[in-house]
Nanobody, 119 residues
Framework: QVQLVESGGGLVQAGGSLRLSCAASGRTFSIRIMGWFRQAPGKEREFVAAINWQNSNTNYVDSVKGRFTISRDFAKNAMYLQMNSLKPEDTAVYYC????????????WGQGTQVTVSS
């Protein structure tokens, strides 16, 4: 099993920045991909960004390209999401997730951290 714990959420004004962190523990050697997802009130959970745990290749949803940066610290088993130029529509609960790479699904999820962007 892999345990994931997010931190770094909070309230910020539009145009501001936040940095989310995700700490992984347990069988972290099984991780192949890690990602960030978010879910706004009344909406379905959506993919935000992902990073290949081995080679650091990244992928982003179009709405955050150029504003968000995903990164990882292999030695610390940690993943980050630097969010700049935040918009009110970025308001959501942000979840960290990890995949063993066996299929397209993510196998492990964190409890989520709230990000609120005021206009």
């Amino acid at each position: 099993q892999v345990q994931l714990v997010e931190s770094g959420g909070g309230l910020v004004q539009a145009g501001g920045s936040l940095r989310l962190s995700c700490a992984a523990s347990g069988r972290t050697f099984s991780i192949r991909i890690m990602g960030w997802f978010r879910q706004a009130p009344g909406k379905e959970r959506e993919f935000v960004a992902a990073i290949n745990w081995q080679n650091s290749n990244t992928n982003y949803v179009d709405s955050v390209k150029g504003r968000f940066t995903i990164s990882r610290d292999f030695a610390k088993n940690a993943m980050y999401l630097q969010m700049n130029s935040l918009k009110p529509e970025d308001t959501a609960v942000y979840y960290c997730a990890a995949s063993k790479g066996v299929n397209i699904n993510y196998d492990y999820w964190g409890q989520g951290t709230q990000v609120t962007v005021s206009s």
